[in-house]
């Protein structure tokens, strides 16, 4: 067998990134349609949801993103890296001896109660930097945030030393099902705003996420904050055309002539029935592909054919099994695991956000488009990479 019939990943999540910036361009047209001003925080915290930073971040500021929102201080610096002079926002805690590099990247840091304040305080009036923050007002998550009638906590924080307040912001616990209580958690939010403002403090304000930004037109203010809607699967149902933009392939790089009655994987859960091909994946749950996707059917992808092949056996750690028998599959041939994350996430009883963050740095990300977006929307784009996925698995990359 030639060694060009092995192809050069073990796995790999394709991304669309004509769908992506098609996403980024649909979402800050729906915002601006109610405040002309408003802006895309694009939600990029672990790995870009699963997709990849990387890829993720440069693409979306070519297109005219100009503001990003990460859960780490690492996360921050690297979209620091990757994106240049867009703002970026850490929405999660930074231990505040660490938030001295952020401080000299120019990145902004949540302070999410007085005493978290102080703290980020005495760090920066000793190292005489300042730091850019914007606070957070718990929605009804008890989660981290101000209480929102905590005026003196607030307005203590907003005058210490060292910070530079810019923004004001909050995230519902159930605009995807409740738009009651989220319209009076937003009531309370600007309300709050309102006293800031009132008060010498005018704040840049966001509280929309996908949900939100997708069915509560007031609820935009200066800015909508996207994560999930960007990647193409909206929480909610919406008229907004959002395309998926990861799929997950791997490539069959072992196929074995086995006999009936052969136990195939761990434990020997499935049986041969008649003679069969079973190929080997180098991709499994390590990889981010749940162990419980044993049995699932995935798709081959064969000289331009495609077959309906099941999963056998246990998912094991690094690779996986499926029955090719009577298809004509060839190592090399490509398998795509699925296609977007929802059907996936059904399956498993969970949600498409822990099957596309789960994914591991392990698996490559590629991007398989150059399409621009289009139908009106203006957006400012330059292709990536011109591959394809069955390209990138026959080394046509």
């Known amino acids: 067998m030639k060694q060009s019939c092995f192809p050069p990943y073990r796995g790999f999540a394709a991304l669309d990134i004509g769908a992506l910036v098609r996403n980024f361009c649909l979402l800050r047209e729906k915002a601006q349609t109610v405040n002309p001003n408003a802006r895309v925080i694009a939600v990029v915290k672990a790995n870009a949801y699963g997709h990849g930073a990387a890829p993720v971040l440069p693409a979306l500021f070519r297109a005219g993103c100009d503001f990003f929102a990460v859960a780490t201080p690492d996360e921050a610096l690297e979209a620091r890296r990757l994106c240049g002079s867009a703002d970026i926002l850490v929405l999660?805690?930074?231990?505040?001896?660490?938030?001295?590099?952020?401080?000299?990247?120019?990145?902004?840091?949540?302070?999410?109660?007085?005493?978290?304040?102080a703290a980020l305080s005495s760090v920066m009036s000793a190292a005489k930097l300042r730091l850019k923050i914007?606070?957070?007002?718990?929605?009804?998550?008890?989660?981290?945030?101000?209480?929102p009638s905590d005026d003196e906590g607030l307005l203590q924080t907003l005058?210490?030393?060292?910070?530079?307040?810019?923004?004001?912001y909050t995230h519902f616990p159930s605009a995807d099902s409740d738009p009651a209580a989220t319209k009076q958690a937003l009531d309370v939010f600007c309300a709050c705003r309102d006293r800031l403002k009132a008060a010498g403090f005018p704040l840049f304000a966001h509280a929309a996420a996908s949900a939100a930004a997708l069915t509560m037109g007031d609820s935009?203010?200066?800015?909508?904050?996207?994560?999930?809607?960007?990647?193409?699967?909206?929480?909610?149902?919406?008229?907004?055309?959002?395309?998926p933009v990861l799929s997950l392939h791997a490539p069959i790089v072992q196929i074995r002539e086995v006999g009936a009655n052969t136990p195939i994987g761990y434990g020997g859960d499935f049986v041969t029935q008649k003679d069969s091909r079973i190929g080997v994946l180098p991709i499994g749950y390590a990889d981010g592909f749940c162990r419980r996707l044993s049995g699932l059917f995935v798709t081959l992808s064969h000289?331009?054919?495609?077959?309906?092949?099941?999963?056998?056996?246990?998912?094991?750690?690094?690779?996986?099994?499926?029955?090719?028998?009577?298809?004509?599959?060839?190592?090399g041939d490509?398998?795509?695991?699925?296609?977007?994350?929802?059907?996936?996430?059904?399956?498993?009883?969970?949600?498409p956000y822990e099957v596309l963050s789960a994914l591991s740095p392990r698996i490559a990300r590629i991007a398989t488009t150059t399409t621009t977006a289009s139908g009106g929307m203006h957006c400012a784009f330059k292709a990536m990479v011109l591959t394809t996925s069955e390209d990138v698995l026959n080394n046509k990359h």
């Not at 007002?137 to 981290?144: A, K, L, V, W, Y």
């Not at 005058?159 to 004001?168: D, H, K, P, S």
Request: proline residues 6%; contains cysteine.
């Open 220 to 243: 935009v203010l200066d800015a909508i904050r996207v994560g999930i809607a960007l990647y193409g699967i909206p929480p909610v149902t919406t008229d907004l055309p959002l395309s």
């Open 334 to 351: 490509t398998v795509c695991l699925w296609r977007d994350a929802v059907s996936v996430a059904d399956r498993l009883s969970t949600i």
């Open 134 to 147: 914007h606070l957070k007002i718990d929605g009804g998550m008890c989660r981290q945030g101000f209480a």
């Open 92 to 117: 999660g805690y930074t231990p505040p001896n660490r938030a001295i590099a952020l401080a000299e990247a120019n990145i902004t840091q949540t302070v999410f109660s007085a005493a978290y304040g």
């Open 303 to 331: 000289k331009g054919d495609h077959f309906s092949v099941p999963l056998v056996g246990r998912v094991c750690m690094d690779q996986l099994m499926v029955d090719l028998t009577d298809t004509p599959a060839a190592v």
């Open 159 to 168: 005058r210490r030393r060292g910070l530079q307040a810019t923004g004001l």
